[in-house]
């Protein structure tokens, strides 16, 4: 059964930074695209980046591009989100997840409970 464990979220100011780590287990990691998504009160899940199986292709939408970098370490099943540069919109409940391939990507996994993170003055 595969297991996703978010955490590193927190309350910042603006302009301020967090590192999100999601520790995967029960699946052959390196064999998967990852990817976290955000949800914020009230609105749907939403796609904010995602990372192919060795890393080498990455993309972000676009309101966080130039802020936030994902990354990977296979040896250690776990996927990053660096965020830098944060704003009161970026406020939400971040989820990782994964799928067989970056192209199109979806969560095909059971979601994990995922990392609040609040960015108010």
């Known amino acids: 059964q595969v297991q996703l464990v978010e955490s590193g979220g927190g309350s910042v100011q603006p302009g301020g930074s967090l590192r999100l780590s999601c520790a995967a287990s029960g699946l052959r990691f390196s064999s998967y695209a990852m990817s976290w998504y955000r949800q914020a009160p009230g609105k749907e899940r939403e796609l904010v980046a995602a990372?192919?199986?060795?890393?080498?292709?990455?993309d972000y939408r676009d309101s966080v591009r130039g802020r936030f970098t994902i990354s990977r370490d296979n040896a250690k099943s776990t996927v990053y989100l660096q965020m830098n540069s944060l704003k009161p919109e970026d406020t939400a409940v971040y989820y990782c997840?994964?799928?067989?391939?970056?192209?199109?990507?979806?969560?095909?996994?059971?979601w994990g409970q995922g990392t609040q993170v609040t960015v108010s003055s």
């Open positions: 990372i192919s199986s060795a890393g080498g292709v990455r």
């Open positions: 997840n994964g799928d067989r391939t970056i192209r199109g990507i979806t969560p095909v996994f059971s």
